[in-house]
């Protein structure tokens, strides 16, 4: 995978040795190959089960794998329970205990370990310190908002300095506001602390903010793995391309292979792509060109150029405030989805629906991918 | 319209427990202050009109008498810890049988709860009578001990208190097995996992957040359980020995066999004030349980 070499050159931290998980005739996890490093966010994203949360799970122990190994720095995880691992994990629910306090929820992994009262105490409030829950520390649960609760599930997870900390969808039942608030949060204290983070998520945006590193999960496997650039940017897949962000995807053929160029014909576009780089693929092979909506660009004149251009007629505008959505009826047939950013407040020039428009984009807007 | 259909929702369980406690209770009541008479009914009445007077005659006589007569003190006593002991043994055998059903798949579930109710299905006097059979010296039980050489002459297990535990834990069982089962099944199994998760063995994950949540079950269970238990007459009385002194015993001898139906009344009252006492600390502790769970 391309991001590896990017990765420092010591030896992971994690390590995932073709792990596979199944649930009777169901593969749940198959054959997960991976390396995390010391001190990396790194994001499992999928849709609902693709095997992320089994993935999860066993890092945390709850589960074993049916086959392949797991290593947490060096040591084989085979057999070993979920409480001797070096191992926290901060549950989906937050799974906080109701009928104890939160100085006794965040101490509850200390009292395991038999640390004495007065040094619990001491260990709890520094905790709640990071967290910024000083004061709350006899409420129960039932009596904390929604993102309060996810503050003593982290403290809780993290009391015991965990090497890894598991995060099931972090962030999923916060509002959207706090959600901004608290990912940055959550980054702030990762650096502080040092701690290695998987995060399981089905939501992009919140793998995109978080992550160092991103792995997307479809059916049990990881499809690619990169930083959050790379994966939004050069996508490998096709579902990687389709699943990040929004796409335009074009079927074609290579009737061009250059080394540093290649035209795509696409009867769906009705006009050929061209694309500003090599592309590894046979001359005459299927392949698919992807375009990110905000990469094209709208104008009422034809633009210079003698290729990446389309006309079409404006079908549909959606007004976001910071941005605008425009779907693209082509002449030949096909819709395309633009968005453009909304940088002046009076446009004067402002396109209309049933407009007659010129759709363009730039050659290295262009990705291509075979599979 | 909603403020109408509101009322008579909370009118017709008012007038039930009206019509078949309520005035029940009073018309108890009434009898234990009485005096006995050879009559029918055996008491005389509270309002009397005599010589144009009207007489309001109250003996508390019949209660005077149980503080007295130390007979129903130590019935009071033994029944108590006849009910309590039961309630011990009930919780120990049902705890885990609630939570291996809360904890089985969802077929083997139903099953088991099948099961567990199955013995509704027959009078209960009809079960200790079966029990009586299994329990006798020349009884299956008796007869296997024999056959393998565990035991030499048959044991003497009827008309013992062993026999009369043997056939409380065996009634109320289910009693404390359902609302254990209710709470265990709603526990959400992460909090179990958080706890081993932070480095907590599977049985001290149990006994610090198991245990703890499950109390409203454990306690429901036992009221449901001690009781009916405090006043059971048929299973002392068939089971238990001639010495088992227990109040319903006492409160049947003095109704039918004495007709002294003020002074069983007033034993009734008594035993009623005796176990309303733990509903009510029960329901406080429910209501602060209700409002902890609340919260958003």
Known sequence: MASLASAPAEEPYIRLEKVTRAFGRFTAVDEVSLDIHRGEIFCLLGGSGCGKTTLLRMLAGFEQPTAGRIFIDGVDMAGVPPYERPVNMMFQSYALFPHMTVQQNVGFGLKQEGMPRAQREERVAQMLGIV??????????????????????????LIKRPKLLLLDEPLGALDKKLREHTQFELLNIQERLGVTFVVVTHDQEEAM????????????????????????????????ADFIGNVNLFEGRLIEDEPDHVIIESPQLGTPIYVGHGVSAAPQATVWAAVRPEKMVLSRESPQE????????????????????????????????????????????????????WVSWHPSSVVVVTQ | MRAGSRALAIALPGMWLTLFFLIPFVIV???????????????????????????????????????????????????????????????????????????????????LLMLTILPFWTSSLVRVYAWMGLLRSNGPINNLLLSLGLIHEPLVMLQTNFA?????????????????????????????????????RPWRAFLQVTVPLSLPGVIAGSMLVFIPAVGEFVIPRLLGGTDSLMIGRVLWDEFFLNRDWPLASAVAICLLIALVLPIIVFQRYQSREVGAGAGP
């Open chain 2, 29 to 111: 009541l009434k009898i234990s202050v009485a005096g006995t008479q050879l009559a029918v009914p055996p008491y005389t009445p509270l309002l009397e009109w005599v010589d144009g007077h009207l007489q309001v005659r109250l003996n508390l006589g019949n209660f005077l008498f149980l503080l007295k007569d130390s007979l129903y003190l130590d019935a009071f006593v033994s029944s108590l810890k006849v009910a309590g002991i039961s309630t011990v043994l009930c919780l120990l055998i049902g705890y885990p049988m609630a939570y291996a059903i809360a904890r089985s798949g969802s077929t083997w579930r139903n099953i």
């Open chain 2, 164 to 200: 009369m535990y043997v056939g409380i834990v065996y009634s109320y069982l289910p009693f404390m097995i359902l609302p254990l089962y209710a709470n265990l099944e709603k526990h959400d199994p992460s909090l179990i996992e958080a706890a081993v998760d932070l480095g907590a």
């Open chain 1, 306 to 357: 003698s290729f990446n251009k389309v006309p079409g007629v404006i079908c549909e505008i959606a007004y976001v405030g910071d941005m605008s959505v425009y779907l693209v009826r082509l002449d030949s047939g096909g819709t395309l989805r633009i968005t453009q950013a909304n940088a002046y407040r009076h446009a004067d020039e402002r396109l209309a629906r049933e407009e007659r428009i």
């Open chain 1, 209 to 240: 903010t978080l992550a160092t590193r991103i792995g997307v999960m479809n059916q049990g496997r990881i499809v690619q793995v990169g930083t959050p650039h790379d994966i939004y940017e050069f996508p490998a897949t096709r579902f990687v």
């Open chain 1, 132 to 157: 910024k829950l000083t004061g709350f520390e006899r409420r129960k649960p039932h009596q904390l908002s929604g993102g309060q609760r996810q503050r003593v599930a982290l403290a809780r997870a």
